[in-house]
């Protein structure tokens, strides 16, 4: 093998846990996004006038939506602000 390639699959190996952070924000920020639009779908079900019984529900839906994205963002936040190593 040639320096050069060496040198290239060393790099490759170096640089494997930046892309596999990249790839794993990247995959937080998706779901995030689909939470936000449930969510917001919840919400809107919401105020289009449900009985008590599914007004609770959908109540309950969008807190457990919410706190979940809370803890996604608080992750993603946590990721970006890591330096790569």
Do not use: W
Request: proline share 1%; hydrophobic share 30%.
């Amino acid at each position: 093998m040639k320096m050069r390639k060496i040198l290239q699959k060393v790099q490759d190996f170096l640089d494997a846990d930046s892309r596999s952070q990249q790839q794993q924000k990247d995959s937080i920020s998706e779901v995030l996004e689909k939470l936000k639009e449930k969510e917001k779908k919840l919400q809107d079900e919401l105020e289009h006038g449900v009985d008590a019984q599914e007004k609770d529900k959908l109540e309950r839906k969008i807190a457990v939506c919410h706190a979940q994205r809370k803890k996604g963002l608080a992750i993603l936040k946590q990721l970006r602000t890591q330096p790569s190593e």
